[in-house]
């Protein structure tokens, strides 16, 4: 795969992982995270893979996740991916934050590694 063909497909699972979280898509999650997945919460708790799946099937607090200003950095067969997204809190407000995935190729594909979300 050349790098353009890298960074369409890891747009992509971006764009899906945002969704997927969204939606409360374990399956895509399952599919996709690593085996030794690990997670920080806005809350600054650490969830490994299966807590995470498991938060992700009770739905997210937070409504109408969108990703903005998305950067993706790669390098080699590693892939950092920064973003801000806005969203619907639970009074109907609207929020902010920011989010860092990690990326590396496996020969499975592209599975995500780590992820940390801050909210304001």
Same mark, same amino acid.
């Given at each position: 795969?050349?790098? !353009?063909?890298?960074?369409?497909?890891?747009?992509?699972?971006?764009? !899906? %992982?945002?969704?997927?979280?969204?939606?409360?898509?374990?399956? /895509?999650?399952?599919?996709?995270?690593?085996?030794?997945?690990?997670?920080?919460?806005?809350?600054?708790?650490?969830?490994?893979?299966?807590?995470? =799946?498991?938060?992700?099937?009770? +739905?997210?607090?937070?409504?109408?996740?969108?990703?903005?200003?998305?950067?993706?950095?790669? =390098?080699?067969? %590693?892939?950092?991916?920064?973003?801000?997204? !806005? %969203?619907?809190?639970?009074?109907?407000?609207?929020?902010?934050? /920011? %989010?860092?995935?990690? /990326?590396?190729?496996?020969?499975? +594909? /592209?599975?995500? @590694?780590?992820?940390? @979300?801050?909210? !304001?």
């Amino acid at each position: 795969m050349t790098e !353009s063909s890298h960074l369409a497909t890891l747009s992509d699972l971006n764009h !899906s %992982y945002v969704r997927s979280v969204d939606q409360a898509d374990v399956g /895509w999650f399952d599919q996709h995270l690593a085996q030794d997945f690990m997670n920080i919460n806005p809350d600054g708790t650490r969830l490994d893979r299966a807590a995470f =799946l498991a938060q992700v099937g009770r +739905g997210s607090v937070v409504k109408d996740i969108r990703e903005h200003d998305v950067k993706i950095r790669l =390098l080699g067969d %590693y892939a950092v991916i920064h973003a801000r997204t !806005s %969203y619907q809190k639970p009074d109907g407000t609207k929020g902010a934050g /920011w %989010y860092t995935d990690d /990326w590396q190729l496996r020969p499975e +594909g /592209w599975r995500c @590694v780590s992820a940390h @979300v801050s909210r !304001s």
